[in-house]
Each structure stands twice: as C-alpha cells, then as structure tokens.
C-alpha cells in the first residue's frame, strides 16, 4: 500500500467538515504525482491538516460525557434495539407517545454509540421554546453547564461552542444552514423531531435528506415523533433494503379517561357558550377528584389572558389556591420548578409535543387551534381558529396519565372528534411556496415539481408561489433567478420582506425600513385588552400617523429608546405597562431589527443616516407589497388585486382619511376582509416599483399637427387597476 491509500484511510479518523477538503487536496495529489509533477509542498499541507484534524477529533473523543438512562422512561427499555438499527440503517424512525423520553433519551443513545465526535448530533424542533428547554434539560442530565457539551441554536442566540456534541435548533435553522453547508458536513447525526407537524421546514428538510443521503453515507437520520404515520415516512426513505425500520416506543403508564363535556348555548337566552366559564366549569369537576396539576388547551395567547383573568376571580372547590400559570416563553422556567400548591396551566399547541409539562394528571382540551391558512387566488392569508386534528386531540390527552391515572375533557362532543381529520394538514399544501421555491432554485435543486417532498404541494399553489417571485422581480419569464433572485435568496426572511429591504437602499432609507420590517414581522407590541381598549386606544393615539401605520411604527420606535435612554428597567416595564405596550414583543422587535441588520450588511447593504422621508419609504415598501396596493371604491371598500374588494381596518392610521390609495401589508380575513397595516401612496410610485407587471393599452389613434406624429391614448394597469 502506498503513502496515498494510507492517507486515503486515514481520513476516517478526520472531523467530518475537513473530510471533502482533505480528500479533493489528496485528489489533486495523486493526479501530479501521476503527471509526474512536484507534490511537495501540498503533501505538507495536506499533512498538516490531517494532523490537525485527527487530533482535534481524538480530543473530542476523549471528552464525551458518561451518559447515563432514567429506568422509568419508556425508550430506556427499547434502547439496544434503538442503537442497533441506528448503527445498521442510515434512518431509523421512531414513533413515541408523548412522555416516553425520546427527545432528550435519543441523543444520548447516539453519544455512546460514538456518534457526535466527527460531526455534531443535530437536532431539530418546530419551535424555539422547545429547543431552548430540551437543551437546558439535557445538559443538566449530563452534568454539564447549557452552552457546553449541549447547545442551542435559534433565531437571535447561539450558545453552541466548538467543544459542543449536540446542537438543538429549530428546523429553520437547519434549513438556512443547508445554504452555506450544502452537504451538513458538521453533522454526524441528524434527530428531526416532532416530524407529525409537517411544517413546511421539516417537508423540505426530509426531501433534501433524501437527496444527500446516497451522498453521506456516512450520515445518520433519526425521525421521531409523538403521533406519525410512520409508514409514509417508512417508504419516503427507502433503500436497497427496504422501507427504513420503524420503532415503536409505548409513553403512556397509566390510563387516560376522555369525558366529553360539548359547549352548550344559554338555554334560556340562546346566548353563544362562554369558553371561560365552561373551563371553570370543567377545573371544578376535576377539581373534586383528587390533587394534580392541570393543563388546559387554548386556541391563541389572547384567550389564555382572558381565561387567566376570569380564573383568577372566581374560587374553585378543591383548587382555592390554585396557581394560574400561562405558558410562554419568559415564563417557562417556572413551568418546571419544584412547587407545592395546584397549578392550572394555561397554553396553545405548543404543549402538545413540543413540550412535556411535569406534573399533569389532567388535560382540559377546547379542541381548537389558530392554524394559518392560504388562498392563492385572494392573496389572502387566513388565521382562523379551527377544530384541531384527532392526532393533535391526541397528543394533548396524552398529556396526562404519565404520574397516575389521568382525565382529559374535551370541550366537545365524541361525533365531533370521529368527525375530524386524523392529521393535521401538512403546512406544504395550505401555505404560499414563494420562499421554498427560491430555495430551491438558490440551492440549484431544480423545479419544486421534480423535488421528493413526501407530500408534493397542490399545483395551485406552486403556480401562486412562482407569480409571487415574478411579481417581487426574482425571478424572470422563463422562471430562471434573476440577479435580484439570487440576492434575495441570501436573505433568509420572507421573499416580500427581502425585496423591501433591498428597496430601502436603492431609495437611501435602509436605516428606516429595517425598523419597519422588523415591525411587520412580529405580532403588534401595542395592546388592547378587551375590559380596557378605550383607555389602550388613547394611549396609542400618540404613536399614529395619519397617512401611514408605517411610519407609526418608527414614532412607537423612537418612543420606545427614549424611555430606554431616560428610564430604569422597571420603570421601563411601568411605561410599557401603562401605555398599553408589550415589553417582551419590543424586545423581541430590537432583536428582529438587529438581526436584519446583521444579515443587510451581510450582503453588502449599509444603511445611512435616518431622513423619515414619507416618499422614499412607501416607494421602498411597494416593491415587495404590490399584491397589497388596492384603489378607493364606493362607500368604505377599497379594490385590491382581481377586483377583490376589502375595508380598510378600523383601527388603522389613514382610517379617517381614506385616501384615494394605499398599499397594505396584511390581508386579512375574519367576519370581513380586511387590509391591515397601511400607508397611502401615489400613483406615480407604483408604476416604477411594477414595470414589470403593469399592462399598457392604447386606444384612439390621431393625427398631432403640433408634434407631427401618430399618437394615442395610453392606459396603464396593475392587477386590472388602472394607475394612468
């Protein structure tokens, strides 16, 4: 064997992100030597290097922590056959009711299976809350400090170092990653949890691990989930050998009784159902069964603070004392400290996988859910609250009957429940695809048609993905990236959002605009609680613009830094209180701000001093908000795109006014439909921002004696409004 396959070999023992590197540098190597060239000195690089790397992964062999397993988790039982069929397959799937410890059990298997010491042990939530906990959980089951041997990654921290072994991030993350990272070359192991979400991330990440997997096969993929249809998922990965193995790890210990309790209207009055008093009604009945904490469902964060409140006054036989504790991010360390009296736990789906709450031997479920949905031929993306799945349904009775025997009731009836659909809708086929095409096209993975989701997206909705990238300017006739298309894919936010901000430094308001899309990217941090909205209204009087909700948002900005700039940081909460403003959400704004700034500069983009020029920012927003222009119409409503025709929000800023037109960034649909978020602006800005998308007629040709020419009549259009 000569000094080049022994090398070759040695490139096994090498950390998996120098593998490629290393073996195009060997590559080159043996084809000098056998064109009879000098190799000298790249045998000294390539020495060196593999030097380097080799000793880098024998130092993180030696550091791996002892790991150890609570016998009382359901998967320690299954966890041979776990290591086994992942050391023998390249995707395990494992399917785990809800409890049985595979999210913080698993990578620990892969650990001492010697995984994670040539690349790190990936692993992937839907959600930032769940990620951020599980690492913090892990961590403390392997003696470490969070940020050491564990870290995280999400959207605005990264507490991952270089001596890390496991990585949680969200899906997203992942898939942003892919972009500078083609062949997840600083993994080893992939875990992608809560697969049963169907997000549109997690669908395009399992189709590109399809795709990478005969490319690394020295990858691992392990697909875990609380309710899945494995089988789909079993043949999406299949190989030579067959379907990829799926393992079945049992959660529950202890039985779950449903108690089915419909809302019911007033028999007197006929009134609606009031869901507070019936959760009232439903915390008394369990209350009288004995101690436990309870953990109630609810559709959005607006009726968890209506419910908190109304709970909060009123006394409940057995639970006098009872904690009402909502669940949120900011308070999610409390949810899992020790604690004496009863609590009652008030939360969104986020609990129904993402998170196990310690403690509950009782499950209150409404049965309903926000669930975001899109209509491609409006252009209208639809929050409704709906009956969730019976999967979701249960997974959150699963919540319970993991202390004891538990009760779930369910605030609907039973031919309710065998009424629903068994999965939730995957996220790919009620969503627009703007983003993942340019992901696609960015990543040169073909046509979104030809990729290998495991449940291609509806035509239509492909068809409105592409007219959204034509209309932002990404991309061009023959659907090929355009120069802009390409600059857009660099940015990992929302296509419309990407193409406002490289506007903003065409127009020379970088500085105002990135405010502002951060703005539009979080939920509204002003407030309006329903028992005090005259006074919340008042309050908010200060930061209105009456041409713009935009350049409102830069007022409720420069308010905000002022206090920032004058006041402490309780007396910060205080302002923030009593002017009707979220603390949290601006927070979150300044750091959604920051971070497209951090990604503008990224690419080149500085943004310059702050002018607050009315018509450079809407010429800015109109590039990547053209869907959203619609033309005054009769009485209240306005014309959008398709002569569909909207009111204008009552709570927004050119409300009174009613200009003549607009551009909105929100169509919305409730009992009405609604533009939300909106500035007026002038004819004469659209037609430059939609060169591309207007039409022009011409009509009655004439002789003109002055000009000594033929001439005619032009109308120019956008989406059937006429601009000229």
């Known amino acids: ?180 990272d083609r062949f997840l070359d600083q993994y080893d192991t992939l875990i992608i949890d809560e697969a049963h979400e169907r997000s549109l991330n997690i669908d395009f990440l399992l189709g590109y691990l399809k795709r990478l997997l005969p490319k690394r096969p020295d990858l691992r993929v392990i697909i875990t989930s609380a309710t899945i249809d494995a089988a789909r998922f079993a043949e999406h990965f299949a190989d030579e050998q067959g379907p990829a193995p799926v393992i079945e790890v049992s959660g529950r210990t202890y039985p779950v009784e449903v108690r089915y309790r419909p809302l019911e209207p007033d028999e007197e009055t006929g009134a609606e159902p009031d869901l507070a008093s019936a959760i009232g009604d439903a915390i008394a009945e369990l209350s009288r069964q004995g101690q436990g904490d309870m953990l109630v469902f609810l559709p959005t964060e607006r009726e968890i603070r209506d419910v908190a409140k109304t709970l909060r006054g009123r006394p409940f036989a057995g639970a006098t004392n009872a904690e009402i504790l909502p669940l949120s991010a900011s308070e999610q360390n409390k949810i899992f400290a020790p604690h004496g009296q009863r609590r009652i736990v008030l939360a969104t789906n986020v609990a129904e ?82 983003a993942v095409i340019l992901q696609c096209l960015a990543l040169n993975l073909g046509e979104i048609e030809d990729f290998p989701f495991l449940e291609p997206p509806r035509p239509e909705a492909i068809r409105d993905g592409y007219r959204t990238l034509f209309e932002l300017g990404a991309l061009d006739d023959k659907q090929q990236l355009t120069p802009l298309g390409k600059q857009l894919s660099r940015l990992p936010v929302d296509p419309r ?115 607050d020029d009315y018509d450079a ?16 119409g009769d009485k209240h409503e306005y014309i959008g795109a398709g002569g569909t025709r909207f009111h204008l929000w009552p709570g927004a800023g050119p409300f009174a006014k009613r200009p003549l037109w607009i551009v909105a ?37 004439h002789w003109s004696a002055k000009r000594g020419a033929v001439m005619a009549y032009e109308k120019v259009s956008l989406f059937g409004l006429p601009l000229v």
């Open 1 to 180: 064997m000569d000094q080049i396959d022994t090398w070759e070999q040695s490139l096994d023992l090498v950390m998996q992100a120098d593998r490629y590197r290393l073996r195009r540098l060997l590559g080159s190597i043996r084809q000098a030597k056998a064109a009879g060239k000098p190799t000298d000195r790249n045998e000294q690089r390539f020495q060196e290097q593999l030097q380097q790397s080799s000793q880098r992964r024998a130092a993180r062999a030696k550091k791996v922590p002892p790991v150890s397993y609570d016998a009382d988790l359901p998967i320690a039982a299954r966890r041979e056959e776990i290591a086994a069929a992942i050391a023998a397959h390249p995707v395990v799937i494992v399917c785990g009711e809800t409890g049985s410890g595979k999210s913080t059990q698993l990578p620990k298997i892969c650990l001492e299976l010697g995984r994670g010491i040539s690349g790190l042990i990936g692993h992937t939530q839907p959600r930032r809350i769940a990620a951020r906990s599980i690492a913090s959980r892990l961590s403390e089951e392997l003696g470490q400090p969070l940020g050491t041997h564990v870290g995280f990654k999400i959207r605005f921290a990264d507490t991952t170092r270089p001596e890390s072994y496991v990585k949680l991030m969200t899906d997203g993350i992942l898939l942003a990653e892919t972009q500078h």
């Open 353 to 434: 996988s993402s998170l196990t709450v310690p403690g509950i031997r009782y499950v209150i479920d409404t049965g309903l859910a926000r669930i975001s949905r899109y209509s491609p031929r409006s252009k209208v993306q639809r929050l409704p609250i709906e009956a969730v799945s019976q999967a979701s349904a249960d997974q959150r009775q699963g919540r319970c009957g993991r202390i004891g025997p538990g009760i779930c009731i369910r605030l609907f009836s039973e031919e309710d429940y065998l009424s629903r659909d068994r999965y939730t809708t995957p996220e790919i086929r009620r969503t627009n695809l703007a």
């Open 497 to 611: 959002m990407g193409r406002i901000i490289l506007a903003g430094h065409e127009q020379g308001c970088l500085h105002e605009i990135l405010i502002i899309a951060a703005a539009l990217e979080l939920q509204d941090p002003r407030e309006r609680p329903v028992e005090k909205q005259q006074a919340a209204d008042e309050r908010h009087l200060q930061f209105k613009h009456e041409d713009s909700d935009y350049l409102s948002y830069l007022k409720l900005w420069d308010f905000f830094h002022h206090l920032k700039e004058t006041l402490s940081r309780n007396q910060l909460r205080r302002a923030c209180q009593q002017n009707f403003l979220s603390f949290n959400r601006l927070r979150e704004w300044q750091d959604i701000h920051l971070q497209l700034l951090r990604l503008a500069q990224e690419i080149g983009l500085k943004p310059g001093h702050r002018r």
């Open 665 to 701: 960034a929100e169509l919305v649909e409730t009992s009405r439909r609604y533009l939300r978020t909106l500035g007026r602006v002038e004819p004469e800005w659209i037609e430059p921002a939609a060169g591309h998308l207007v039409k022009r007629t011409y009509s009655e040709p």
């Open 617 to 632: 920012i809407h010429r800015a927003l109109l590039p990547g908000l053209l869907s959203g222009v619609a033309l005054r």
